[in-house]
């Protein structure tokens, strides 16, 4: 069993950072798919960013440039840094991991505005 912790999520002005950080307990997450999902009021969840076990990286469209996912295996940690956000970022930003099953954190609150 895996359980992911989400931190990092808040308030932010437009133009301004958050990072993200994703706890991963167990000792497979080396291995595991980690990424980012987010869902903002009304719309469906949509991957932001994920990495591989190896280091590969995607992003969405609209994120691209401007978010970067990182993950540091000695920590269990998968992170997203997020810059230049825009009020459409606004949304409840969760941590998803897979490897065989499918893991999802409980969600971090991400809110920009002016």
């Known amino acids: 069993q895996v359980q992911l912790v989400e931190s990092g999520g808040g308030l932010v002005q437009p133009g301004g950072s958050l990072r993200l950080s994703c706890a991963a307990s167990g000792s497979i997450f080396s291995i595991m798919f980690m990424g980012w999902y987010r869902q903002a009021p009304g719309k469906q969840r949509e991957l932001v960013a994920g990495?591989?076990?190896?280091?590969?990286?995607n992003y969405a469209d609209s994120v691209k440039g401007r978010f970067t996912i990182s993950r540091d295996n000695a920590k269990n940690t998968v992170y997203l840094q997020m810059n230049s956000l825009k009020p459409e970022d606004t949304a409840v930003y969760y941590c998803y991991a897979r490897y065989v099953t499918v893991y999802w954190g409980q969600g971090t609150q991400v809110t920009v505005s002016s």
């Open positions: 990495i591989t076990s190896g280091g590969s990286t």
